[in-house]
T-cell receptor, first 113, second 109 residues
Framework: KAGVTQTPRYLIKTRGQQVTLSCSPI?????VSWYQQTPGQGLQFLFE???????NKGNFPGRFSGRQFSNSRSEMNVSTLELGDSALYLC????????????FGNGTRLTVT | KNEVEQSPQNLTAQEGEFITINCSYS?????LHWLQQHPGGGIVSLFM???GKKKHGRLIATINIQEKHSSLHITASHPRDSAVYIC???????????FGPGTSLSVIP
């Protein structure tokens, strides 16, 4: 079974631009969650989607948004990029039930210059 | 005070040693994850616990919901166990997950 696939692996953008990251979950998984990892703040939860609906949201500004498609693939968008948005962005998929384990992708490393 | 705390922050062990990493939390967590992150960023989910104890190979994880405490044990440690170990929890496994700061483990041959 293929794992969670995130594209692209690396991305360099300049301040003010926007970026879209993609996450393809494990086949059959309906939940996709997104996380930001920085040296200063560690891992932080961004949001979680299940069957195309956002179920949970972390404490991030509205510049961070996401969506999920009918095939469970998810995209995350960051608009008006700031230097502080430089981070490793990870997604994870699961079946979406109460005690289902998370399966992580390898992440997208975003650098904002 | 952080909502999820881990100890120790850094740990160096000799190959073969028994290792314990602790996690304590102050919020209403019902589902707790233990994650392993190697250099380069990839994260592997080791365990998801809601009660009791789980074992997988040389790894054992326990959780005490009443005491809001979990431990990850590694028996017969090996250099390939060198990684950052992170505990994280939420009301459910997919809920807004709160992460601990991680424990950096280095196992020396």
């Amino acid at each position: 079974k293929a794992g969670v696939t995130q594209t692209p692996r690396y991305l360099i953008k300049t301040r003010g631009q926007q970026v879209t990251l993609s996450c393809s979950p494990i086949s059959g998984h309906r939940s996709v969650s997104w996380y930001q990892q920085t040296p200063g703040q560690g891992l932080q939860f961004l949001f979680e989607y299940f069957s195309e609906t956002q179920r949970n949201k972390g404490n991030f500004p509205g510049r961070f948004s996401g969506r999920q498609f009918s095939n469970s693939r998810s995209e995350m968008n960051v608009s008006t990029l700031e230097l502080g948005d430089s981070a490793l962005y990870l997604c994870a998929s699961s079946t979406g039930t109460v005690n289902s384990p998370l399966h992580f992708g390898n992440g997208t490393r975003l650098t904002v210059t | 005070k952080n909502e999820v705390e881990q100890s120790p922050q850094n740990l160096t062990a000799q190959e073969g040693e028994f290792i314990t990493i602790n996690c304590s939390y102050s919020v209403g967590i019902s589902a707790l994850h233990w994650l392993q992150q190697h250099p380069g960023g990839g994260i592997v989910s080791l365990f998801m616990l809601s009660s009791g104890k789980k074992k997988h190979g040389r790894l054992i994880a326990t959780i005490n919901i009443q005491e809001k405490h979990s431990s990850l044990h590694i028996t017969a440690s090996h250099p390939r166990d060198s990684a950052v170990y992170i505990c994280a929890g939420g009301k459910t496994s997919y809920d807004k997950v709160i992460f601990g700061p991680g424990t950096s483990l280095s196992v020396i041959p």
